[in-house]
């Protein structure tokens, strides 16, 4: 049976790391490098995993990255007050706090005290409000990175009918307005859905970001559509995504694997955003 394409998000990522990487040598020749907070509360293993990755990949394009290293105890005054410190500091030109946040913490106000010129992360309310206008100043990561993807796979995603599963803040949402920017026409599912097989089926593009492993069967897939697992899913069967690779990749033209997807992809936009933030600071 013929298999669907591999969309290499790694390659795709450190093709594109290598251009920003360029950029960032001559902007740091007429000013200084880009400069990147990153906050990470407590000791949570997967998060500090995460952050060296981030930071790792900063440091291959030329990004300074602050590591800001707070106790898990640490109260939401003390955090806001860090937050308020970063702000103020001229030097650093994106903030990243990486979530989740021990339990005791309220995220979204967090989030909400970061300057949306510094939130790389583009998860500020006032950068989601304005991200519906096309106008925020950040677009959140994981979207960017899937919409880069889906045009490096595709190319024009006008009239496309695209179905997203998921309706996050932090992915769903945000990537089904891009979606409708590019001028697709799009299907934003969840988990009170009815029947999402079926409408899924009907999608020339679909992306799943459920956190629900191989919850994505081939029964989902019309053939030839373009699969995009955004899913990271820990299980005894080790990392997996949203979609059952082994059978829909038998029946989509493209697909994204997991690892190797869209992972890379949004580290890549954490870059892209930060060196942004940086030359409409430093160059404006
Ligand atoms: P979330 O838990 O905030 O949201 C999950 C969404 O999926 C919700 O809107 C929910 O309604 C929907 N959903 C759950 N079960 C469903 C079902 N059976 N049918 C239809 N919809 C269903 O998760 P999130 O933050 O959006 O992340 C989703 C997944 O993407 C997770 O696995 C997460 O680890 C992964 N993720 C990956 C990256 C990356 O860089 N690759 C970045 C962010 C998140």
């Known amino acids: 049976m013929a298999q669907a394409k591999v969309i290499d998000g790694k390659a795709l990522a450190t093709q594109l790391n290598a251009a920003l990487q360029e950029k960032i040598t001559a902007f740091t020749a007429q000013q200084r490098a880009p400069r990147l907070a990153v ?23 030329g990004i300074d990255s602050v590591d800001v290293r707070l106790p898990h105890a640490v109260t939401q005054a003390k955090l806001a007050a ?20 021990p339990p005791h913490l309220v995220a979204s106000e967090i989030i909400a005290l970061i300057n949306i010129a510094k939130d790389v992360d583009g998860l500020h309310p006032l950068n989601q409000g304005l991200l519906n206008r096309g106008a925020a100043q950040h677009v959140p990561c994981t979207p960017l990175g899937v919409m880069r993807l889906l045009q490096h796979a595709v190319g024009s995603l006008a009239g496309k009918l695209a179905a997203v599963i998921g309706r996050s803040v932090l992915v769903g949402q945000p990537l089904s307005r891009l979606l409708l920017h590019a001028d697709a026409s799009v ?38 559509a373009v699969v995009i697992d955004v899913g990271i899913n820990r299980t005894e069967a080790g990392l997996v995504g949203d979609v059952d690779y082994e059978a829909v990749c038998h029946v989509a033209a ?9 992972g890379p992809m949004t580290i890549a936009m954490l870059l892209h955003n930060t060196y942004n933030a940086a030359r409409r600071k430093l160059q404006p």
């Open 82 to 101: 860090q937050i308020a410190e970063l702000n103020a500091e001229p030097s650093i030109d994106g903030i990243l706090v990486q979530l989740p946040l």
């Open 39 to 61: 906050v990470l509360v407590g000791d949570d293993y997967a998060s500090g995993v995460y952050v060296q990755r981030k930071r790792n990949a900063c440091a291959v394009v």
């Open 187 to 224: 299907i934003n599912m969840h988990s009170k859905t009815p029947n999402p097989s079926q409408l899924a089926r009907q999608a020339d593009i679909l992306v799943a970001a459920t956190g629900v492993p191989r919850l994505v069967t081939a029964a989902w897939v019309k053939r030839g």
């Open 254 to 262: 493209q697909i994204t694997p997991v690892p190797g997807g869209v």
